[in-house]
């Protein structure tokens, strides 16, 4: 049993696709997690588990099963998700945590799209597609960041994304 990362893609956003966070422990728990916590309202959850694609796949069985509906979910060990956060070429840069996007891909093609993501590269926006994880840094806020708004523009669901505040509040949950 190791440390892991849960991140559900799209629940909980607006009225539809709602889980309550209380159902979604009990269903990590039911996949034979341990120490389960949930992260703010939108699909976070850190445990410890067996193996993280397996708690990936299960979570997603069980949110059909008892929701009914889809929701793509991305789980990572706790090795993987400190990688990911070591990283992040932004961190110094950010002076918002909030402006500072983690983009997790759901499917390991995704990544490689990333380098085409148009945008002014004299500007303040950075991107950098890395090995697990492209990292944005929206400097002027992410309602008025045309990098933002070229990048959710993609078709499908290949991503989740969490802003660096969350990336770092789940990387102290995590059950060590």
């Known amino acids: 049993m190791g440390p892991c990362v849960a991140l559900i893609r799209g629940i909980n956003v607006g009225k539809a696709k709602r889980v309550a966070m209380a159902e979604l422990r009990r269903m990590a728990a039911e996949l034979g997690a341990e120490s389960v916590a949930t992260l703010l309202n939108s699909g976070n959850l850190v ?23 889809s929701a793509r979910t ?18 110094g840069l950010a002076d918002d945590p909030a402006r500072l996007l983690v983009v997790f891909p759901l499917e390991a093609a995704a990544l490689a ?27 002027a806020g992410l309602s008025d960041s045309p990098l933002a708004a070229d990048f959710t523009r993609r078709p499908g669901e290949r991503f989740t994304v969490r802003n660096w505040a969350t990336v770092l509040k789940l990387q102290q949950a995590l059950p060590r």
Request: charged share 15%.
């Open 113 to 139: 799209g990333c380098a085409a993501v148009e945008y002014d590269h004299a500007g303040p926006e950075r991107l950098h597609a890395g090995a697990g994880a492209a990292y944005l840094w929206c400097a």
């Open 74 to 91: 991305l789980a990572l060990s706790g090795a993987e998700f400190d990688a990911i956060a070591a990283a992040n070429p932004y961190a």
């Open 47 to 69: 445990c410890r588990h067996r193996s993280a694609p397996q708690l990936a796949a299960g979570l997603e069985a069980a949110i059909a099963r008892d929701c009914g509906f």
